[in-house]
């Protein structure tokens, strides 16, 4: 069956999007909009303003003056809780158009949007929302000043300014991940969205002003990165950036920041290791590790690419995850038949194929798909990759894109260092029945997160971020919340 989108929905991408600065929303002339593609046809089905570098010069000015004049950062933690439990509630609201809206610009399935996505983008005001009545320093007790009476505590401040540079295969959840925890600090913010996926981030934004979020404190500028990106991780007002996307561009912040050597919290890229040993249950497996690579057609940072398989299993498992990935459904997001969408643009889906084609130059074997599917929109097939080797570029760089390479192991200790072999440190899965081994190999693998027979599965009690050159920081969880937070420390002597 395929669903029929909302009138509201219809209205929101009628009109030409403006941006939000200090609680206005501002349009700009033609010459600087965005066109919003369909990925599932190709078509322009909306139109953003793009902001310009004196348009987020102005949002970087409203959310400082904000942040100054302590308009959000004063509101006591309980009245802060209330607005963030609002814009949960709000989120639910309207969760058929921002679900929409997550299938029409970013290409998402419309059940995994709306079941998913939504819930967990308010999820993330509620969690946060709790937080800002328990966010507490301590008291302690120096030695320092020998018996002199002393009271000593700390205290957490928000950060200041935060940057918020988002990637395209997320974006609500990614704006939510990030404006959640930042406002339950008291930080003012400045949000860029990337240039294909703006839609859902701006009605979000209106949900934070209905939600009574105050002027100036959430700024929206939709714009490039070279322009817009470059102007908030440059400027001097901004206190902290918090970037999701790829390592090569969170290098490049790196660089942008250092002026008033800003803090950074950076969410990249990942070639993440599903291990599988003998005893696992194969079935239930061989879905598993299909779902943590072609969910969200393999855009997803903590996507299963490289799948480690031990050798008594090896064939009888690649010969059913072969026949499963033959059988999954592609098409556009809203027929609840299909199981994966389009890949998001001409451009990755053409980069996704040079991929493939360049392993197989290698001496890589396509076992399953490889190719596009030839109709409208930027589709392909889901594609499992054999007779890989270590080195090749297939088995060590990310490619965003529904593609899984398979290579058998013969004993623990190669699997692992294998499965360490890698720039990027984000996720990895095992799948076993054998609880001690699972722990055993996950104590050893160098990732952020791990699951043990599951793939992908995200929490905000969970915090989440990568070691090595898959970021810096953590979001979620407490850890995610003390990034937008500075610590004071206090000394006070108490015989005066
Ligand atoms: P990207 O790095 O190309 O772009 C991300 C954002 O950065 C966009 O908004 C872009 O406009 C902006 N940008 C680009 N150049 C900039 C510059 N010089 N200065 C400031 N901003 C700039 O990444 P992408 O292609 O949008 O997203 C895919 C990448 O994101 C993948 O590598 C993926 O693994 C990663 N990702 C990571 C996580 C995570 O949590 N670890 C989550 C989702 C995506």
């Known amino acids: 069956m395929t669903h029929v989108h909302s009138t509201a929905t219809r209205k929101f991408t009628s009109e030409t999007r403006p941006f ?232 490049q912040l790196l660089e942008a920041a250092k002026g008033n050597l800003k803090k950074l919290t950076l969410e990249l890229g990942g070639k993440s290791p599903a291990i599988v040993l003998a005893d696992c249950d194969m079935d239930k497996t061989v879905e598993g590790v299909a779902a943590g690579i072609f969910s969200g057609a393999g855009q997803v940072c903590v996507a299963g690419s490289r799948l480690y398989v031990e050798r008594p299993i090896y064939d009888e498992f690649v010969q059913k995850l072969v026949q499963h990935t033959n059988n999954i459904q592609v098409g556009e997001g809203f027929d609840e038949a299909n199981e994966m969408g389009p890949l998001i643009s001409e451009t990755h889906l053409q980069s996704v194929l040079g991929f493939i084609q360049e392993a197989e130059k290698s001496g890589a074997c396509v076992a399953a798909g490889g190719t596009r599917i030839k109709r409208d929109g930027f589709f392909m097939r889901p594609t499992v990759l054999v007779d890989v080797d270590d080195k090749m570029l297939i088995a060590t760089e990310e490619v965003f894109g529904p593609v899984l390479v398979v290579q058998a192991f013969d004993d623990l200790e190669d699997v692992i260092s294998r499965a360490n072999a890698s720039d990027y440190g984000l996720a990895a899965s095992v799948w076993t029945s054998n609880v001690g081994k699972a722990h055993q190999i996950i104590r050893q693998i160098r990732a952020g997160i791990s699951w043990v027979n599951c793939h992908g599965l995200p929490d905000m009690a969970m915090p989440f971020g990568g070691f090595k050159q898959s970021g810096w920081g953590r979001e979620a969880g407490l850890e995610g919340l003390l990034q937008y937070c500075e610590m004071r420390s206090v000394l006070v002597n108490i015989a005066h």
């Not at 399935?109 to 320093?137: H, I």
């Not at 701006?202 to 939600?211: F, H, V, W």
């Open 20 to 251: 939000l600065i200090c609680g206005e929303w501002r349009s700009t002339p033609v010459s600087q909009a965005i066109p919003c593609i369909d990925p599932a046809t190709g078509n322009n089905i909306a139109t953003v303003c793009g902001a310009s570098r004196d348009d987020a010069t102005a949002a970087i000015e409203a959310a400082r003056r904000s942040f100054d004049e302590r308009s959000w950062q004063d509101k006591t933690p309980a009245e802060k809780a209330k607005i963030l439990w609002k814009v949960a509630d709000l989120i639910e609201e309207h969760a058929d158009v921002l679900a929409e809206l997550e299938v029409l610009d970013g290409g998402k399935l419309f059940d995994a949007a709306k079941n998913g996505e939504v819930p967990m983008a308010a999820e993330s005001f509620r969690y946060y929302a709790g937080w800002t009545t328990k966010l507490e320093g301590k008291t302690s007790r120096i030695s320092s000043a020998g018996n002199a009476p002393f009271h000593c505590y700390t205290e957490y401040e928000p950060v200041g300014v935060v940057g918020m540079i988002l990637p395209w295969n997320g974006p609500l959840v990614m704006a939510a991940w990030k404006l959640a925890p930042a406002l339950a600090a008291g930080c003012s913010c400045v949000v860029k969205p990337a240039e294909q996926t703006c839609l859902s981030t701006l009605y979000l934004g209106e949900l934070l002003m209905l939600a009574g979020v105050p002027a100036g404190v959430v700024n929206i500028v939709p714009g490039s990165g070279s322009v817009v990106g470059a102007a908030i991780s440059e400027s001097p007002l901004v206190d902290k950036i918090s970037f999701t996307g790829s390592t090569a561009t969170g290098k």
